[in-house]
């Protein structure tokens, strides 16, 4: 796979990033702000776990010493609330005790300040490839074909691009295949401030039906969600 190809899986993700160095974190935010869709700064360790509770996030950079609580204790917190969500640590310190305490809470990257631009985009290549778990497609059901790194479906007589909304619900739905997610936790994942109307989850539901050209595979719970059946 292409580099360019792996790192559009970041296109519809958002990121939290943590770090108490302004000059440090402007840098960064520049170079995360052309690959992800919502990139959210905070310069405190307790903020970035009240920020982890309270919205949607896909990819957590955090540095070490923050005020208030220090990063590795911020992750300690997010690994017993997530212990998927890939995670880049991005500090000066890198004694050894530093390193295995990263180690044991299945940090993606550990990477070295002062980082370069290229260090960062490596590191982002490895969040892309473990979000997608690998693989350059994904099987929806028979026939049909979800391909993380172009945002696409394939089925046997069409191909379709999907938006970042309607990319970000269908892998959703694919981590959660067969379970009632609820319209709250819908709103919760695709937008992070100004919730839209139910409507809003209609028509990207609507838009997903028809280019998964299988209408019963995502069932509508009433008055609760969608099924996305499989």
Request: proline content about 2%.
């Amino acid at each position: 796979m292409r580099d360019d190809k792996i790192l559009n899986i970041l296109s519809d993700k958002r990121v939290l990033y943590a770090e108490d160095e302004r000059g440090v974190a402007k840098n960064i935010i520049e170079i995360l702000e052309i690959y992800f869709s919502s990139v959210k700064y905070v310069e405190d360790g307790k903020k970035s776990l009240k920020e982890f509770d309270d919205s949607s996030y896909d990819v957590l950079i955090f540095d070490i010493f923050m005020p208030n609580l220090d990063g590795i204790d911020a992750i300690k917190a997010i690994r017993k609330r997530d212990k998927n969500i890939p995670i880049v640590i991005i500090s000066a310190h890198t004694e050894q005790e530093y390193l295995w305490r990263a180690i044991e809470l299945k940090i993606t990257k550990y990477l070295a300040k002062p980082c370069g631009a290229d260090e960062i985009i490596s590191a982002l290549k490895s969040v892309s490839e473990e979000l997608s778990d690998h693989k350059e497609s994904i099987e929806v059901y028979e026939n049909c074909i979800y391909k993380p790194y172009l945002k696409s479906v394939k089925s046997s007589d069409a191909e379709y691009k999907l938006s970042k909304n309607e990319s970000r619900l269908l892998e959703y739905f694919l981590k959660h295949k067969n379970r009632v997610i609820t319209y709250d936790t819908i709103y919760n994942y695709l937008w992070s401030v100004d919730l839209p109307s139910k409507d809003a989850i209609k028509f990207i539901v609507k838009e997903l039906r028809k280019k998964l050209g299988k209408k019963d595979i995502i069932e509508n719970i009433y008055g609760m969600g969608y099924k996305f059946c499989v």
